[in-house]
């Protein structure tokens, strides 16, 4: 029995990637430094693991910024634009992460979107139709060898090239790629063969979607023409169970399979029979996702007679890389005594993963026994169940509002507003005096009172500018909130949040999810002290901010004792609760943020329907209570609908916001005919760019939105919030965006 591991968190314990990295792209380090920096974060993890009782190590599973990037500049594929000379590879890198360099213009980043259903992103492939492939893996060699230096067994990692090519973009078929593609993948297995590599881990977690005929077919052909030499293929998939590919599986030339038996119930069994008799099968049986200490008690007698069965071909791992998981669970000495035993962190998985094995191999169950007390106690604890709650929602007798949107938008009227009209998505911009108060506050260098009133001056000032700017719907700027997840967090009793569980969420930007533990209820409101004051400052309407219960439900660790709907809907009540708070002290316009529902989608289409009935629930849930003459506003900051319109629409938000100025507005292709019934404001200027836009372009975004939205339903607002601009850009762009309002009205 082997332990290995698929990948380990690149941030580090104290996010020393993180800072490694700002402080090269600011100009305060060298290459030398960073590349030193991250050297030592590969020897400390490498350590930590093997310490833990980690017997195969990965490597290869480090990078910079982001593992598909790597993939992509070890094939040589950067887009053309970027490709100059003389820039060092790690600046090429960063070119192609984050868009021009500090020594000159090279051009859009390559855009970004979520690993799958994690919180992770990745810099999307962009193939161009002579896919020029260059294989340089000398990083990957370098790794390989780093490790074996410091003594250890290592398994380079690479993403395979069938989940490569699908994650890409291309303007045509992009399975005609593949030959090119695989002609790459031959040079890097040539080189790992030179290089005496021996187990070769092959990411294809796309096995876990249901793929059609000509993808399953690329997965065949592909494998079979791959010259292996001496390598030995496992193969990982991740994410969802591979039960519904395993023939595929089984046909290809592998010497092993890892499977995910986590995500979803899995039949080991079934695998078992149909994976050839000589294969290793890695049974991922800790959560690499989620935050909870594994009960390794139950999973001995569910693993022992499987065991006996493979015999020495059973290796043992986390369900996925730990790159979702934060560090180190040592480090949180400040979390609720009585929580804490009922973690894991990636180090501690590596440690169960020793435990378990050691129980396995002896028959003796002590130790495990031991360690899983905890667990039971959490499944037990009455901190984690309350009856208030439960009753509440056992007994609901309303779950969406009373009266249609035709019904709503007439008794709207009496808000007052104009034709088109304008508003923001909900920050401003978050300056540094706005992050030290923040910061001051929390280590108690000032009283609660100063604070109420240092950021009241803030929102007073805020307010002020959107007055003058001439905004009609105003708010008021967000400036007590570090994060949309986490302010909401601290008010919620069942929720905690620890100090260092920092997971990579792109680049060098780090999240730190809150701890969902039990049920879910608002300690007291969490927003309508600072609304009311900034609503008693003006005559124009201020819009009160949320976030929505699935995306506060997506960007937490969620306990596992409680269907995921079930938690949705409790934190709907709590954000419902706020509703009401806010309509009491004089709020008629909320937004409810959901940013988060379509990377909730499972993996699996077949599965879309059921998670979106239960996340559209819950939001409906959350403004129920909400009198038709209040206005609903919701928002998402992407801009591809068509697959999941049905559901945006079932939203029945009286307003929605939505990204789309970088698309051009392409998505209104998906609104024409009426397709979307209620009010909508499509973004009319990208917030992740300086650029200030200038009225006439602004005003063609809008011609073109008229073409397919009336304009009785047609709302003017930026993509997405603009808390990381400045405020002479804001003030600049945003004025632009009304005088472009003023002029289409006077013009319609
Ligand atoms: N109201 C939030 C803001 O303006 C929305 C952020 C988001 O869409 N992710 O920052
Ligand atoms: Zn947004």
Known sequence: MRLHNLGFPRIGTHRQLKFALEAYWQGDSDEKALLSTARQLREDNWRLQQEAGIELLPAGDFAHYDHVLATSLMLGIVPSRFVQSGQSRLDLEFQVARGQSAGGCCGQASDMTKWFNT????????????????????????????????????????????????????????????????????????????????????????????LDEGWKKAFRSAYSQLRQGQLKLLLTSYFASVDHHLDLIASLPLHGVHLDCVAEPTDIQLAIDILPRHWVVSLGVIDGRNIWKTDLEALYQKLEPIYAQLNGRTWLAPSCSLLHSPVDLELESDLD???????????????????????????????????????????QSSQAVNPTVRDRL????????????????????????????????????????????????????????????????????????????????????????????????????????????????????????????????????????WLSFAQSLTDKPVKGMLTGPVTIL?????????????????????????????????????????????????????????????????????????PSEVQIHSHMCYSEFKDILDAIIALDADVLTVETSRSNMTLLDDFRDNAYPNDIGPGVYDIHSPNVPDQEGIKRLLTKALQVIPAERLWINPDCGLKTRTWPETEAALKNMVASARTLRAEL
């Open 119 to 210: 919180n992770y992103h990745y810099l999307v492939p962009e193939f161009e139709p002579q896919l020029a492939i260059k294989v340089d893996c000398s990083p990957l060699l370098a790794q390989i060898e780093e490790a074996r230096a410091l003594g250890h067994e290592v398994k380079p990692v690479l993403l395979g090239p069938l989940t490569y090519l699908y994650l890409g973009t291309y303007t045509g078929n992009k399975l005609e790629l593949l030959p090119q593609l695989l002609a790459g993948y031959q040079q890097i297995f040539d080189a790992l063969n030179r290089d005496r590599v021996n187990w070769l881990q092959i990411d294809e977690p796309i096995l876990g979607l249901e």
């Open 337 to 379: 005594t009585t929580i804490r035993p009922w973690l894991a962190f990636a180090r501690q998985k590596c440690q169960e993963l020793a435990l378990l094995k050691q129980a396995l191999l002896s028959g003796d169950t002590r130790a495990i026994e031991d360690y899983s007390a905890p667990v039971r106690d959490r499944l």
């Open 394 to 529: 056992q007994n609901l007798q309303s779950f969406t509002r009373s009266e249609p949107f035709d019904v709503r938008k007439s008794r709207q009227q009496s808000l007052g507003l104009p034709l088109l009209p304008t508003t923001s998505i909900g920050s401003f911009p978050q300056t540094g005096d706005i992050r030290h108060i923040r910061a001051q506050y929390k280590r108690g260098e000032i009283s609660r009172d100063q604070y109420t009133r240092l950021m009241q001056q803030e929102i007073e000032s805020c307010i002020r500018k959107q007055e003058s700017i001439g905004l009609d719907v105003l708010v008021h700027g967000e400036p007590e909130r570090n994060d949309m997840v986490e302010y909401f967090a601290d008010y919620l009793e069942g929720v905690a949040t620890s100090r260092f569980g920092w997971v990579q969420s792109y680049g060098s930007r780090c999240v730190k999810p809150p701890i969902i533990y039990g049920d879910i209820q608002r300690k007291e409101p969490m927003t309508a002290h």
């Open 554 to 626: 997506c960007w937490s660790f969620v306990r596992d004792d409680l269907s995921r709907d079930q938690v949705a809907s409790q934190i709907a009540l709590a954000v419902g609760d706020e509703v009401q708070d806010l309509i009491a002290a004089s709020i008629h316009i909320i937004q409810i943020d959901e940013p988060a529902i379509r990377e909730g989608l499972p993996l699996k289409r077949s599965q879309w329907g059921a998670y979106l009935d239960w996340a559209v629930t819950a939001f409906r849930l959350s403004c129920a209570s909400a």
